[in-house]
């Protein structure tokens, strides 16, 4: 069993940055892939960024791709989302998961364990 908490959302301006964090409990952090999702209103849940456990190969969306930085601190059980040169259109409720085959998937129902979110809001 993995529990998953994000922090660090909030209101920020247009080109501003955010990191999220994802903080782990539970079993071994370092055997999992982690994975950065957002949902906005009316809309479904999609993929923003994810690391592989082991290599730490890195995988963003082709939206936040040179602006996000996802990373992990297995030492403190928590991974990272740093958010540059924020637009509107980023802003969701962002929720972090674990993916106990460890690979980083793109794909939701890779991930066993979700955090609860937490909101992002980018105003223009």
């Known amino acids: 069993q993995v529990q998953l908490v994000e922090s660090g959302g909030g209101l920020v301006q247009a080109g501003g940055s955010l990191r999220l964090s994802c903080a782990a409990s539970?079993?071994?952090?370092?055997?999992?892939?982690m994975g950065w999702f957002r949902q906005a209103p009316g809309k479904e849940r999609e993929f923003v960024s994810a690391?592989?456990?082991?290599?730490?190969?890195?995988y963003y969306a082709d939206s936040v791709k040179g602006r996000f930085t996802i990373s992990r601190d297995n030492a403190k059980n928590t991974v990272y989302l740093q958010m540059n040169s924020l637009k509107p259109e980023d802003t969701a409720v962002y929720y972090c998961?674990?993916?106990?085959?460890?690979?980083?998937?793109?794909?939701?129902?890779?991930?066993?364990?979700w955090g609860q979110g937490t909101q992002v809001t980018v105003s223009s």
């Open positions: 998961a674990a993916d106990w085959l460890g690979s980083g998937s793109r794909q939701t129902y890779a991930y066993e364990y």
């Open positions: 539970g079993r071994a952090f370092s055997g999992y892939g």
């Open positions: 690391i592989a456990r082991g290599s730490g190969t890195t």
